[in-house]
């Protein structure tokens, strides 16, 4: 059963991606609305009633009425698109407690709970591993999301965050690559085969890459955590994880020459 929508299974509507959605969608089993329930114990530190559905809306009022919980580790949840709120700022929370009804209120499309889970510093971080499970300790926990560009597909395809997944289809070569910390920033750059090394690109202001233009090197690097990073090779292998940015062989991910079709990060 779900941890936060009563008397229900959930069901996700839309993910975490760590740039443009950095909540979790859900819904009641077979679209249904459902109560919202207190994920852990915990204090109501902000809420926010009388919110109506719009969808032009911008900041903290594309949350509609929303409650926003501090738990005892530090860890923070919210709550957002409610339909109406049960609870006020200042009141004491158990876990289980109903904080309102599954709306339609601030910017959504549909009736649903949009939900999300912050580190003590307010970062949010992936929710997905902990909807149904307790909150993990206090940690500055780092993320780094990233997509490429399919040359073949001639699009940009899904973000990846930290080493789930790679970024990229095996066997097209990648044209573009855009990174994104939940915190701090990075700096990166791609090498355009048997040419030259383009621009340092920071965050996601841009993307480093021409799309179209094959990639046969990357670099990366971070003022927070450590990077690692490695290349997949069109002509069919892995090659080595990389923790450096610099003009050695062993500072950057890729052999001059052969095309990339992947990136995997991760973050220490
Ligand atoms: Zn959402």
Redesign the pocket.
Known sequence: MSRVLYNAVNQIT?KYNGIS?K???LVKEKNKVAEVMAHSDGEVVACATGQIHNTNTTGTQTYGNYVKLKHNNGMYTLY?HLKNVNVKKGDRVKQGDILGEMGETGKAYGA?L?FEVRTNKDIRINPTPYIDADLPNNTEKIEVTYQTYDNVKKKWLPNVINDSDYAGNLGNDIGGLAINLSKGSVEYRVHEMNNKWLPIVKDREDYAGNLGKTIDGVQMQSNEGKLEYRAHLKDGKWLSWVDKFDDTNSGYAGIYGKAIDAIQIKIK
């Open positions: 839309q959605h909540g979790i969608d957002a649903h949009h």
